[in-house]
């Protein structure tokens, strides 16, 4: 079961750690998040994955919060930093508020 907590930044827009958070949940959130600043740029979802150096499919399943097919997803830095850059938002903006707890082995 996945539960979600509404919480805002800490000081200095740190996300804020919640061990209520899952991965699969943040996962899926951060995949909404990149939709969102996507759209806010007119991009199409080839348009990004291609500026960023990834497959469309690759950036499909981002997206959706998926790295491959029933997988989380799991993006390295450098793809991070890559997509923030070609949507124009700071990698903070693309990460959820709520961090999940992955120092206990979730």
Known sequence: MTIFVLSTREA???PRR???TTWESFA???GHNLRRAREATGLSQERVAHAAGLASYT???FEKGESRPG???NPRL???VALSQVLGVP???LLPADLP???SGR
């Open 59 to 61: 950036y499909q399943k």
């Open 12 to 14: 200095g827009g740190v």
């Open 71 to 73: 997988m989380p997803l």
């Open 28 to 30: 899926r959130e951060l």
């Open 18 to 20: 919640h061990t209520e």
């Open 78 to 80: 450098t793809t991070l």
């Open 91 to 93: 990698v903070a903006e």
């Open 101 to 103: 707890d992955v120092t």
